[in-house]
Nanobody, 117 residues
Framework: QVQLVESGGGLVQAGGSLNLSCVAS????????MGWFRQAPGREREFVGR??????YIAASVKGRFTISRDNAKKTLYLQMNSLKPEDTGVYCC????????????WGQGTQVTVSS
């Protein structure tokens, strides 16, 4: 069983930065995809980015502002968010997908990010 715990959210002014962390417990290997998603009130969950092996995928809406990194030894996924905008407000969750899975198998509870204008 894998558990994911996110941290680092908070309230920040537009233009500011936050660095989110997602720590995994249980069996996680470097070939497991770890990703970030976000959900704003009244909106569907949105893919932010993911990292698997040496590959990184970032959504177009955050490309150039957000960076994903991963420390496999610490089983930790990071999301560095710069130049934040009010529309980045939402609950940010991390998720893990095993190689045999067609989707994400495990999800964290999320951390709230609020960007004020």
């Amino acid at each position: 069983q894998v558990q994911l715990v996110e941290s680092g959210g908070g309230l920040v002014q537009a233009g500011g930065s936050l660095n989110l962390s997602c720590v995994a417990s249980g069996q996680i290997f470097s070939n497991y995809a770890m990703g970030w998603f976000r959900q704003a009130p009244g909106r569907e969950r949105e893919f932010v980015g993911r990292k698997i092996g040496g590959l990184t995928y970032i959504a177009a809406s955050v490309k150039g502002r957000f960076t994903i990194s991963r420390d496999n030894a610490k089983k930790t996924l990071y999301l560095q968010m710069n130049s934040l905008k009010p529309e980045d407000t939402g609950v940010y969750c991390c998720a893990v997908s095993s190689p045999r899975s067609t989707g994400y198998d495990y999800w964290g509870q999320g951390t709230q990010v609020t960007v004020s204008s």
